[in-house]
């Protein structure tokens, strides 16, 4: 029965598949896999909507929206109404067809990054051998999609937030790659089914997850800061602050293109959150051997959205980071941070198992975290204060 | 004759001769356009065109499995951006010097 | 040969031809993305999958930004008096298409005689970094030195020369 209910999205394609000819069935089954990926995603999408305003709302001492349908919970289908009916306002001197583009190609690259993701047990909807691959490079194409709608705009506020998101992205995408490469070494695979079935394991009812591993942990701090920074959000929401830059990249588009925007960068945080979870907290897998009887897409959405949770949560506590502080941090403390994170994962490998590997990487991973953080924090040399007058 | 039209026959000549192609619209973009940047482009195209015949021969090939073909594709995009790198960057280099990226204009050793 | 290459072929060439062809420097470079993405799909359809996917993440996600951000830096966004195409341009156009005349007797003339197989035995990544640690594992370290200094001659040539004092 446990069985049944785990598997019954794949035994509700399997029926609806069978009705048809033996040929079509597997371009069916992809297909019904296709739709369902949008239709839930994005539903997904709308109760974050109202998750984040209501839950930044907590924060900040005040209530979110609470007029549509209880507790706010229907305020998505009023803010749909109003994107679907808003005028599109296009700048006259803007690129029409760049304009017209970009929220297109992002939304494209966006979605496919959810081919790869294993929802549950045996739910897949491409079981690439380069799975971690593809979806990184559909992350690379989604950076191309925020420099075409900046400056397609033709307008410098836009132009300036583009290149801003630009080179952050970029430099967190090293980062990205780098603290998944630690997770693939010690599978041995870039599928990603086969990285969750790696940590589906239990000692003494504890999994196998890889959060925590000493490496686990260092490399899922590195790749969260990381993805904070790719889908721009706060505290790296320099390009797209409101006190800031108007709107960033964004700033000229309006009704159903802004609202493809707003989806892309939150499906891009499922989607991403997604991929944390399946690298370093187990996918689907439970968390005790004990509870079996859960099922295993229940247990992949829990974890995401506990991921996104957390994405709210720092976005309603942090400050916001300016673009030299945030550059600096990406290139002189999380990659080298990250680097070493890939040789301790090589070093615990090696090792051997016993709890000596334990204490040797938790020890090299914890002082070099201590030591560059004290570099970082170089307190500038004030010279004694000289005053210069006018002459 | 009977050669040729034999040849079109064969899905690697399909391959080879969109990569003849695409190598000379690169090449003719090099040779044709004024602005520095777009030399490199069509740079960056002819260097495509090879690695798309690299990969077509390593397919249809002899020996794919020993991933000779593959793996010189490979090197050839990590080579290939790393030239793009360099190559960018002596071009904004350059307009830091002479305020433009024309290479018509760029004559300060001629005559 | 299926219609699916004829599809992808068309777009790639269609890319390069606009590349080439349009006035202004970004919509260019968002052709020749163009151009890299119908490659990467070529390069899926030929079982490769590796070389497709590093394709577009390395061309199409940094190689693409590289030349926008030059095209930025270097105001190409503004179009030149004397128009974009060099003086020259017909001497150019003919040797393009001499070389695709040679190139494409050679490709016809001569493919009858390579053997032609059609089924291939899979190639999985893990194939792939056993052939860079164990075959190429020279060429794999030539091409870390090569990435460095290409990293650190970038940094050096297009960096801000410190103002010498007067």
Not at chain 1, 262 to 288: D, N, R
Not at chain 1, 317 to 327: E, V, Y
Not at chain 2, 39 to 45: F, P, W
Not at chain 2, 80 to 98: C, D, K
Request: aromatic fraction near 12%.
């Amino acid at each position: 029965m446990a069985a049944n209910l785990d598997q019954i999205f794949i035994l509700l394609r399997n029926w609806l598949v069978s009705f048809l000819p033996a040929a079509l069935r597997p371009a069916a089954g992809v297909v019904l896999g296709v739709i369902a990926i949008v239709c839930v995603f994005p539903g997904f999408f709308a109760l974050t909507t109202v998750f984040e305003r209501k839950g930044l709302g907590r924060i900040q001492n005040r209530i979110g929206p609470n007029r549509v349908g209880p507790f706010g919970l229907f305020q998505p289908i009023a803010d749909g109404i109003k994107a679907l009916t808003k005028e599109d306002v296009v700048p006259l001197s803007a690129n029409a067809a760049v304009h017209f583009l970009a929220p297109l190609v992002m939304v494209v690259a966006v979605f496919m990054e959810f081919a790869v993701l294993p929802i549950g047990r045996n739910m897949v909807l491409v079981d690439m051998d380069a799975g971690l691959l593809f979806f990184f490079a559909m992350g690379a194409a989604t950076e191309l999609s925020v420099f075409m709608a900046g400056w397609s705009s033709r307008n410098k506020y836009s132009l300036l937030g583009a290149m801003r998101a630009v080179a952050q992205m970029i430099s967190y995408e090293v980062v990205l790659l780098l603290s998944s490469v630690s997770v693939v070494m010690i599978t041995g695979s870039l599928s990603l089914p086969k990285i969750v079935a790696a940590q589906d394991q239990f000692t003494n009812g504890f999994p196998h997850w890889y959060i925590f591993t000493p490496w686990g942990l260092a490399g899922f701090l590195m790749y969260a800061i990381a993805a904070t920074a790719e889908t721009n959000r706060s505290p790296f929401d320099l390009p797209e602050g409101e006190s800031e830059l108007v709107a960033g990249y964004h700033t000229e588009y309006s009704g159903f293109k802004f609202a493809l925007f707003f989806l892309g960068e939150y499906l891009a945080m499922f989607s991403i959150s997604g991929l944390g979870t399946t690298l370093f907290l187990g996918g689907w897998s439970a968390p005790f051997s004990f509870l079996p009887w859960v099922p295993s897409w229940i247990w992949f959405f829990g974890k995401v959205m506990l991921s996104i949770f957390v994405f709210i949560w720092l976005r309603g506590t942090l400050p916001r980071l300016r673009q030299d502080q945030l550059m600096n941090f990406a290139w002189k403390f999380v990659l080298p941070f990250t680097l070493l994170n890939l040789m301790v994962t090589a070093l615990w490998r090696f090792m051997g198992e016993g709890w000596q590997r334990w204490v040797v990487c938790s020890v090299i991973l914890v002082a070099a975290y201590v030591v560059m953080g004290r570099l970082e924090m170089r307190r500038e040399h004030f010279g004694p204060r000289s005053y210069r007058y006018a002459e | 004759m009977t050669s040729m039209t034999m040849g079109l026959a064969t899905p690697l000549a399909g391959y080879l001769l969109v990569a003849a192609l695409l190598f000379a619209i690169g090449l003719a973009g090099a040779l044709v356009r004024r602005n520095a940047i777009l030399v490199l482009i069509g740079i960056e195209l002819m260097l495509n065109a090879a690695n798309l015949n690299l990969i077509a021969f390593w397919r249809f090939g002899p020996h794919p499995e020993a991933l000779t073909g593959m793996m010189f594709a490979i090197f050839s995009i990590a080579v290939a951006a790393a030239e793009a790198a360099v190559g960018l960057g002596l071009v904004i280099s350059i307009y830091r010097h002479t305020n433009t990226a024309e290479l018509d204009n760029i004559d300060r050793m001629k005559g | 040969m299926s219609p699916i290459f004829y599809l992808l072929a068309a777009l790639t060439l269609a890319g390069g031809l606009a590349t080439v062809l349009l006035k202004h420097l970004v919509h260019a470079a968002l052709a020749v993305t163009v151009a890299f993405a119908g490659l990467a799909l070529l390069f899926l359809q030929l079982d490769a999958q590796f070389a497709g996917f590093a394709q577009i993440l390395v061309y199409i996600g940094a190689v693409a930004i590289l030349i926008v951000f030059a095209i930025l830096l270097t105001h190409g966004a503004d179009l030149p008096k004397e128009g974009v195409f060099s003086k020259t341009w017909l001497v150019g156009l003919i040797i393009a298409a001499g070389v695709f005349a040679v190139l494409g007797w050679a490709v016809l003339e001569s493919v009858s005689a390579i053997p032609q197989q059609n089924t291939m035995p899979a190639v999985t990544v893990r194939d792939i970094g056993n052939a860079l640690l164990d075959r190429y594992v020279l060429p794999l370290e030539i091409v870390a030195l090569l990435l460095t200094a290409a990293t650190i001659g970038a940094v050096i040539v297009a960096m801000h020369e410190k103002e010498r004092p007067k």
